[in-house]
């Protein structure tokens, strides 16, 4: 199994500008969760989804993130407009079954803003 | 709420000496219990988990029990090599949680030197 595919890997970007990370979760999934890591506030789940539903949002910061889960295979996320501060390491994990207790983790993407 | 709390980094040590990286938990019922490693530029991977009291987790030389009476999961290792250096994750999925939602501590970094 390839396991969980971001991209891009890296991106860099201007303030202001719109950002869209891509992740194809492992096939047979269920589970999809976005995180953001930070030296500062470490690593946050931004939202979940399963079943392709968003079932707690909570951690995404305002209205400029934006994620959607258009199929099993894929999911967004949107940051617009971007922002310095958005910069960090995004990560996509997806699990499986109802327990969905072992998340695997993409390799991340590397988001800098200036 | 619940939370994960780890023992400050970095950690550095000697090849082949003994690691322990402590972890304790505040969580209502009986959690699962897990630890994450993230190697240098990738997404984090699990390294071992406990589902229930008592219960020991253990790969690739490490180990952890989960002690209920001190709500902690502190990780060991008998031998350390250089290959171990990487950011280790305490994380917790709770009892009563019907998602796969992972509450992360904030990461224990862990340098080996030759």
């Known amino acids: 199994d390839a396991g969980v595919i971001q991209s891009p890997r890296h991106e860099v970007t201007e303030m202001g500008q719109e950002v869209t990370l891509r992740c194809k979760p492992i096939?047979?999934?269920?589970?999809l969760f976005w995180y953001r890591q930070t030296m500062m506030r470490g690593l946050e789940l931004l939202i979940y989804f399963n079943n392709n539903v968003p079932i707690d949002d909570s951690g995404m910061p305002e209205d400029r993130f934006s994620a959607k889960m258009p199929n099993a295979s894929f999911s967004t996320l949107k940051i617009q407009p971007s922002e310095p501060r958005d910069s960090a390491v995004y990560f996509c994990a997806s699990a499986q079954g109802q327990t969905q207790e072992t998340q695997y983790f993409g390799p991340g993407t590397r988001l800098l803003v200036l | 709420g619940d939370s994960v709390t780890q023992m400050e980094g970095p950690v550095t040590l000697s090849e082949e000496a003994f690691l322990t990286i402590n972890c304790t938990y505040t969580a209502t019922g009986y959690p699962s219990l897990f630890w994450y490693v993230q190697y240098p530029g990738e997404g984090l991977q699990l390294l071992l988990k406990?589902?229930?009291?008592?219960d020991k987790g253990s790969n690739k030389g490490f180990e952890a029990t989960y002690r209920k009476e001190t709500t902690s999961f502190h990780l060991e290792k008998g031998s350390v090599q250089v290959s171990d250096s990487a950011v280790y994750f305490c994380?917790?999925?709770?009892?009563?949680?019907?998602?796969?939602?992972?509450?992360f501590g904030q990461g224990t970094t862990l340098q080996v030197k030759p």
């Open positions: 994380a917790l999925r709770s009892s009563s949680s019907n998602t796969g939602k992972l509450i």
């Open positions: 096939s047979g999934h269920n589970s």
């Open positions: 406990a589902t229930k009291a008592d």
